[in-house]
């Protein structure tokens, strides 16, 4: 109990210290909290920068962006045509043992059905790369047309990617 006591006294004291310093605090004069002069320097607005809008697409690039919406389009195409006699096998394949027969003859169907859209990822992949390169160079000239068909074809990639993914997870072992 002693060594308890003996303990607590400096506790106690460097409470009371504590709290002296606090009230003698009070009684002094604390610092203003009004502005000084000093701190109204930087409220000035800052220049307005002014940025062209972007022009058209230039003569060079309108060529490869036609080929690369065709390309987009004839990946939907084969996806589509091949998309339900995938859906088909993957449901025959739906009870059957991993690595039987019904479940590798969807396995290569489903493989087969993402053969089908290269010319859509690849196209996407191309503007991608595209979009990157002018942003860079700082190429504002055609980034609206650019971005609108990237962002269609990442559209269609997207819906393809959520298909393939609903019939993979319908076989068992995926």
Do not use: H
């Not at 036609?66 to 859906?87: L, V």
């Amino acid at each position: 109990m002693m060594k308890r006591a003996l303990f607590l006294l400096p506790l106690s004291a460097a409470a009371s210290l504590s709290l002296a310093a606090c009230a003698s605090a009070q009684n002094g004069v604390a610092p203003s909290l009004a502005k000084r002069p000093v701190e109204g320097r930087f409220d000035v607005a800052p220049p307005a920068v002014v940025v062209a809008p972007p022009g058209p697409l230039p003569a060079d690039l309108a060529g490869r962006l036609a080929r690369w919406e065709a390309d987009g389009a004839a990946g939907q195409q084969g996806f589509a045509a091949e998309r339900d006699s995938t859906a088909a096998l993957v449901s025959a394949a739906a009870g059957a043992p991993v690595a039987s027969e019904r479940w590798v003859v969807a396995q290569q169907a489903i493989s087969r059905l993402i053969a089908t859209r290269a010319p859509l990822t690849g196209a996407l992949a191309d503007i991608d790369r595209l979009y990157l390169e002018r942003s860079v160079d700082e190429a504002i000239d055609g980034l609206p047309d650019i971005y609108a068909l990237r962002d269609r074809l990442a559209d269609l990639v997207s819906t393809q990617d959520a298909v393939i993914e609903a019939l993979s997870s319908q076989l068992p072992g995926q």
